[in-house]
């Protein structure tokens, strides 16, 4: 897949694809059913993915707390993974923002990137203040002279929405078997392997630490875990997320415990896929209640992962 950074002096080769049009933050199965209809829109063409950078959240509100289901790299791989032959990144600022919705579907679309058709989900909006819609991409991709489809939200079985927003609920309150469902695969956290003040391995339990920072905080507590290392390796695991209050922390970390795994990992880079939410995070007086508790939690992790 090729990944093309703004919207200005392509090269010929670089017009002319179908894109699906959106946020794509978890790349969930809503997301997979917008771009398959670009594809399904004009099949000899490209299959391209429009996305924006930073998130417009972010860009409008950079002091909240961080909500991002997926970074740009983790997100394009996802995309890939859908087959799509190109992702545009399109750069988020102030300049863009303002942007009516006819400029941007003449300069962005149109004109830069040549587009021949756009699919988008019915509730994205685009150009300044969120004046665009679906009704309006539609008659202006006719003067404009592409083809374009909006999607209805999509559901479960259940009537859940498959959304980014639902699948982030899901997850600050413990419920990762439902992200899944919405995401069409189990969220993972990606980080590089640090050291920390290594007690887990004092007391009989070496953990695989990662930081919180930047990332989207789900509820605090121990999960059942899927670590995948870059050269495809897989342990199961049981993992804390949270501010250790036993031992007074007060900064967010992840912390992998691997089962039947002794290597050394500090520095790699790995993704550590939350399954099962297995109790909220606690205070215990002393280590020896904690070791206690986390016996039981590797038991819990271990049957629910078999």
């Known amino acids: 897949m090729q990944i093309i950074h703004g919207y200005e002096g392509l090269s010929p080769g670089e017009k002319g694809a179908t894109v699906a049009l959106g946020n794509f933050d978890g790349v969930h199965q809503g997301h997979a059913a917008v771009i398959e209809a670009a594809r399904a829109l004009t099949p000899s063409s490209p299959l391209g993915v429009v996305t924006f950078y930073p998130h417009p959240r972010q ?170 290392f870059s050269d495809g390796r897989v342990a199961g695991g049981v993992a804390n997320i949270g501010m250790r209050p036993t031992f007074e922390k007060n900064a967010a970390i992840l912390e992998a415990h691997l089962f039947d795994f002794n290597q050394d990992i500090y520095g790699e880079t790995i993704d550590v896929s939350l399954l099962h939410f297995l109790r909220p995070e606690q205070k215990f007086n002393g280590i020896d209640a904690l070791k206690v508790q986390i016996n039981e939690d590797a038991d819990s992790a271990r049957t629910l992962l078999k």
């Open 59 to 228: 860009f409008f509100q950079p002091d909240a707390p961080p909500f991002i289901l997926t970074p740009p790299e983790q997100k394009a791989e996802k995309i890939r993974a859908l087959g799509a032959d190109r992702l545009y990144v399109i750069r988020f600022d102030a300049g863009f923002s303002a942007m009516t919705p006819e400029t941007f579907i003449r300069d962005v679309l149109a004109d830069g990137l040549g587009v021949v058709g756009v699919s988008t989900g019915n509730d994205f909006r685009f150009g300044a203040k969120r004046a665009g819609d679906a009704g309006v991409l539609e008659a202006l991709s006719a003067q404009y002279g592409f083809r374009s489809i909006a999607l209805p939200e999509i559901s479960d079985d259940s009537g859940g929405m498959f959304s980014s927003s639902a699948a982030r609920t899901a997850l600050r309150e413990g419920r990762p078997e439902d992200a899944a469902t919405i995401l069409g695969h189990p969220y993972s956290i990606r980080g590089i392997v640090s050291k920390g003040d290594q007690r887990g391995r004092t007391i009989g339990f070496p953990t695989a630490n990662l930081s919180m920072e930047g990332l989207l905080a789900p509820a605090f507590g121990v999960y059942a875990i899927r670590v995948t």
